[in-house]
């Protein structure tokens, strides 16, 4: 069979983590190509995984005749860009969340996609963690009864500097509400379908960058449940907490990426272990290139990566009010 030929569109810090070796280790994938502005730090990349082809611009990797999908780890607000292009040259695209800056860009890329014939997902790699299904198995079970609240906190320590694109409105999208709190977003759709209202706060307590550093939002899911996230930039020890309760028990982790589960049901407390791949992105490598080989939509599809983003306008809207 043959293996899908990938391009890395920005080889900066999760590409180097986990994307590259995520590509390398999957039977049906070869990586072929690399691209990033800065020539000394390509070659580097290059030399590490061994990557025989290199490009300084971005639209010389996507026209490259010897690749058939391209990882797009660019900037958010590159990322509209970056997927029509790929659309355009008929390449498949695996695209870093959050998908765009807002949920319009999202609808293009998904247009463009579909009318090129070609496979798009995003980067939501939680879904694939053995607690997230052993979560949505014990949800759909009823064995905790209905589900009353879900919630989410997650922190990152660093405070940026005021020109890092993760903080810079037009670059980022937003702060830790779009960086670290899409990822728990995706997961409480994924878990509890569509939402009907939101109620968000933004605020800047640690630096005073354009975009915000504590991002909480409240939503009531139409299923029912009541969701909670807190996202922090500038506040170190957050646990990286997802919690379910429902009307007869509640199952919690302190530790999404770790797995380990507490479930705790008639005044009994269960522990249970569920491990992620050491490589948190090579499942997802794995299901979007079976996708393309089997002919199937991918895990995480356009649309929800879309999505995700139109929570997050919605709740951006909400806070300027």
Same mark, same amino acid.
């Given at each position: 069979?043959?293996?899908?030929?990938?391009?890395? $569109? @920005?080889?900066?810090?999760?590409?180097?983590?986990?994307?590259?070796?995520?590509?390398?280790?999957?039977?049906?994938?070869?990586?072929?190509?690399?691209?990033?502005?800065?020539?000394?730090? $390509?070659?580097?990349?290059?030399?590490?995984?061994?990557?025989?082809?290199?490009?300084?611009?971005?639209?010389?990797?996507?026209?490259?005749?010897?690749?058939?999908?391209?990882?797009?780890?660019? %900037?958010?607000?590159?990322?509209?860009?970056?997927? $029509?292009?790929?659309?355009?040259?008929?390449?498949?695209?695996?695209?870093?969340?959050?998908?765009?800056?807002?949920?319009?860009?999202?609808?293009?890329?998904?247009?463009?996609?579909?009318?090129?014939?070609?496979?798009?997902?995003?980067?939501?790699?939680?879904?694939?963690? %053995?607690?997230?299904?052993?979560?949505?198995?014990?949800?759909?079970?009823?064995?905790?009864?209905?589900?009353?609240?879900?919630?989410?906190?997650?922190?990152?320590?660093?405070?940026?500097?005021?020109?890092?694109?993760?903080?810079?409105?037009?670059?980022?999208? @937003?702060? %830790?509400?779009?960086?670290?709190?899409?990822?728990?977003?995706?997961?409480? $759709?994924?878990?509890?379908?569509?939402?009907?209202?939101?109620?968000?706060?933004?605020?800047?307590?640690?630096?005073?960058?354009?975009?915000?550093?504590?991002?909480?939002?409240?939503?009531?899911?139409?299923?029912?449940?009541? @969701?909670?996230?807190?996202?922090?930039?500038?506040?170190?020890?957050?646990?990286?907490?997802?919690?379910?309760?429902?009307?007869?028990?509640?199952?919690?982790?302190?530790? +999404?990426?770790?797995?380990? +589960?507490?479930?705790?049901?008639?005044?009994?407390?269960?522990?249970?272990?569920?491990?992620?791949?050491?490589?948190?992105?090579?499942? +997802?490598?794995?299901?979007?290139?079976?996708?393309?080989?089997?002919?199937?939509? %991918?895990?995480?599809?356009?649309?929800?990566?879309?999505?995700?983003?139109?929570?997050?306008?919605?709740?951006?809207?909400?806070?300027?009010?």
């Amino acid at each position: 069979m043959a293996k899908i030929r990938w391009g890395i $569109l @920005g080889c900066g810090d999760i590409a180097n983590k986990r994307v590259a070796e995520a590509i390398q280790i999957d039977p049906n994938s070869e990586l072929v190509a690399a691209c990033r502005r800065d020539a000394m730090l $390509l070659d580097e990349f290059c030399r590490r995984f061994a990557v025989t082809k290199s490009f300084t611009g971005a639209t010389e990797l996507i026209d490259s005749a010897e690749i058939d999908a391209v990882y797009v780890a660019t %900037p958010v607000h590159l990322h509209r860009q970056n997927v $029509l292009d790929a659309a355009r040259a008929g390449k498949h695209v695996l695209v870093e969340k959050p998908m765009a800056l807002n949920g319009d860009e999202c609808d293009e890329m998904i247009t463009a996609c579909a009318e090129a014939g070609v496979t798009l997902s995003v980067a939501y790699y939680r879904r694939f963690y %053995p607690i997230v299904q052993r979560l949505r198995q014990l949800i759909a079970s009823g064995q905790f009864g209905k589900p009353l609240s879900v919630l989410a906190a997650c922190g990152n320590a660093t405070t940026f500097p005021r020109d890092d694109w993760r903080v810079v409105k037009a670059q980022g999208g @937003g702060g %830790p509400l779009m960086d670290i709190g899409s990822h728990r977003l995706d997961l409480f $759709l994924d878990l509890f379908g569509e939402v009907s209202s939101v109620k968000a706060f933004t605020e800047n307590i640690v630096a005073s960058h354009e975009s915000e550093d504590a991002g909480i939002v409240t939503m009531k899911f139409s299923t029912g449940p009541i @969701g909670i996230l807190e996202t922090y930039f500038g506040a170190t020890d957050v646990p990286d907490r997802f919690q379910i309760t429902c009307t007869r028990g509640a199952m919690f982790t302190d530790s +999404l990426n770790d797995g380990e +589960l507490v479930l705790m049901q008639n005044g009994t407390t269960t522990r249970e272990s569920h491990p992620a791949h050491r490589n948190l992105h090579a499942p +997802l490598i794995a299901d979007f290139t079976s996708a393309i080989l089997d002919f199937r939509q %991918p895990t995480v599809t356009g649309q929800q990566g879309a999505a995700v983003n139109k929570l997050i306008d919605r709740a951006y809207t909400d806070a300027q009010h």
